[in-house]
């Protein structure tokens, strides 16, 4: 069980991760003024100090604390260290990105510095975006210059302004005037802010102050306190966050991600380019991921190269478990090229012209923005030629090894979304191949026989579709393909008829009920018990009565698929397991 400490957008984020495992788990917070949406989570709502939290988890079977707090909930910090001290639980800290410490802002180590800076630098009218509960620590500059307080607009914040002396008339608020304003109508020489980080706002309020020409304060977040006794993994984003609790609490997700080619790729030129410019060998490196969150990637070092190995996680994945590699050496430019078992693209379509190496646009970006030198990169993968024999490569125009690819950086465990994008991106060939029309089927043996039907297309206009034909016929219509033939075999297409657009087993089972219906609408008396598998119906339905029912089952998936697909036209057919192909108009295929 998890125990998640939030209140914050990390918390939120951290909330719909552990979601997705299906698993319940307990969500605290200080107050209720969040709102929040919890599918197996637990809310708790109310502070705890340090023996309530020590009674809550042994109460619950906690077994692995999550801190997605404030960064500067410094006693909230504190606790949580104790108490997974104090019951030998590990930690997971959920922080926010944030950005470099840029030169012309002022950094203050705490508010007393910030104080001292404030005067060295002659500010005498200050804007402080800090917070309610910094009015106490910033009391020694207020009482002595003018200084306003952007508060939120709530009585329980006003109350505490005004304990603390603040004049009621320098209180300004969230909702009536953005920072820019504030600026335009207060006229002040600062502001002063917390280190909030990205999702705090904290870039957009930089800019704003730098657009106005005044000077920017910063105090500061506090460093995450520590103990020898106490694990502590720090992520910093959703993915990092995932993979430390299938590390650390295996048996929480029923299934693990993985890592893409592409962040296996950049991992590996990371750690070449460290032993190039420094000649240190680390166990492991920091990738940025594309959403800006940072994961450490182990990796190992050959001559002349780095290395990693590609861990799949329970997708499935035919590239699981091979090594790729990255050399590096010194250039004027920065530079990505393909090597041994990296396919070439061979037709149009890609992010990149026929000729170049299949290296996509996201990993070649991931690569440029963890890579700051100009160097070479060379990527290879030893066991590529072989691996892409089994791969949807020779059907794209991909010849001579495999793609380094991915998005997100991370596979999630679930092959409908590899699956899928896979799709997009042969649809996305399919069209780029200039066809009049794209033939989509569900596996090899079905196109086979379709193939036949359409023997001047192009190998790029044939696409599988495997159980998500609703996702295939949207991404035709997204990418304004105007025919499609969609060949479907009879154990896909009484799902299908029955308004199952995913067949997958997992989702939808075969409908006997519904089959009789569709027997009965043909014309067709026939004892469907025994039945095990659809395709036994070609045998047991009389050879006379074969199209009748063919006609019904299409229509039914007509009426379902044609939708998805409003300004094109679809052409559907039903394939026997010997490939006789039944159309409602061959003539017109």
């Not at 009585?155 to 008339?169: I, N, R, V």
């Not at 890609?350 to 060379?378: H, L, S, W």
Request: glycine share 8%; charged share 20%; hydrophobic share 40%.
């Amino acid at each position: 069980m998890i125990l998640l400490f939030g209140g914050t957008t990390e918390g939120r984020m951290a909330a719909k991760v552990l979601d997705e495992s299906g698993a319940v788990y307990y969500y605290s917070t200080k107050g209720n003024l969040q709102e929040i949406h919890l599918a197996h989570g637990v809310h708790v709502l109310g502070a705890m100090d340090t023996p309530g939290m020590e009674a809550f988890c042994r109460e619950h079977n906690i077994r692995l604390l999550v801190d997605a707090a404030h960064p500067f909930a410094e006693s909230l910090h504190r606790n949580v260290i104790e108490l997974a001290r104090r019951i030998g639980l590990p930690v997971i800290r959920y922080d926010r990105i944030f950005p470099p410490h840029d030169n012309d802002l002022v950094w203050c180590r705490d508010y007393d510095d910030a104080i001292q800076q404030l005067e060295e630098h002659g500010i005498s009218r200050l804007l402080a975006l800090t917070g309610v509960n910094t009015i106490a620590k910033l009391k020694p500059y207020w009482q002595a210059h003018e200084c306003w307080f952007r508060i939120l607009n709530r009585e329980d914040s006003q109350h505490l302004a005004l304990k603390a002396g603040f004049p009621a008339d320098h209180l300004v608020y969230y909702e009536k005037d953005d920072t820019t304003a504030l600026i335009n109508r207060l006229h002040p020489q600062a502001i002063i802010t917390k280190e909030s980080g990205m999702s705090g706002g904290f870039a957009e309020k930089i800019e704003t102050v730098r657009q106005a020409g005044i000077k920017a304060f910063v105090v500061e977040r506090p460093h995450y306190p520590s103990s020898p006794d106490v694990t502590i993994e720090h992520v910093n984003g959703p993915y990092g966050l995932r993979r430390a609790v299938e590390r650390l609490l295996p048996e929480f997700y029923p299934l693990h991600s993985g890592l893409t080619t592409g962040t296996c790729a950049t991992a590996a030129a990371i750690a070449a380019t460290i032993r190039l410019t420094t000649g240190m060998t680390p166990d492991e490196v920091p990738v940025i991921l594309p959403d800006g969150e940072t994961i450490h990637v182990p990796v190992t070092y050959g001559n002349g190269y780095a290395s990693v190995i590609k861990k799949a996680g329970d997708d499935p994945d035919v590239t699981n478990g091979i090594e790729i590699r990255a050399s590096v050496e010194h250039s004027d430019h920065f530079e990505i090229r393909g090597g041994e078992g990296v396919g070439r693209f061979t037709v149009p379509g890609f992010d990149y012209p026929p000729g170049e190496p299949a290296i996509n646009k996201a990993p070649r970006q991931m690569m440029r923005d963890n890579i700051k030198e100009n160097v070479c990169i060379t990527i290879s993968v030893p066991e590529g030629a072989t691996i892409a024999r089994r791969t949807f490569n020779p059907r794209l125009g991909i010849e001579g090894g495999i793609s380094i690819i991915g998005v997100s950086g991370i596979v999630k465990p679930f092959s409908e979304e590899a699956f899928v994008a896979s799709i997009r991106k042969c649809m996305q060939v399919a069209k780029a191949s200039d066809s009049d029309r794209v033939v989509i089927n569900s596996g090899g043996k079905s196109e086979r026989f379709v193939k036949a039907l359409y023997p001047d297309l192009p190998q790029q206009a044939f696409v599988e579709y495997g159980n998500y034909i609703g996702e295939t016929l949207k991404i035709a219509s997204e990418l304004a393909i105007r025919n499609v033939t969609m060949g479907v075999m009879l154990g896909k297409a009484v799902k299908l008829a029955a308004g199952n657009l995913d067949t997958h087993s997992r989702h939808t089972t075969m409908d006997k009920e519904f089959i009789s219906q569709m027997l009965h609408e043909a014309g067709i008396d026939l004892d469907l018990s025994g039945l095990t598998l659809a395709r036994e119906l070609w045998d047991r339905i009389p050879q006379e009565k074969l199209q009748d029912f063919a006609s019904v089952v299409i229509t039914h998936c007509t009426h379902y698929c044609s939708p998805l697909l409003p300004n094109g036209h679809l052409t559907l057919l039903l394939i026997t397991e010997e490939g006789t192909i039944f159309s409602d108009n061959m003539d017109n295929i």
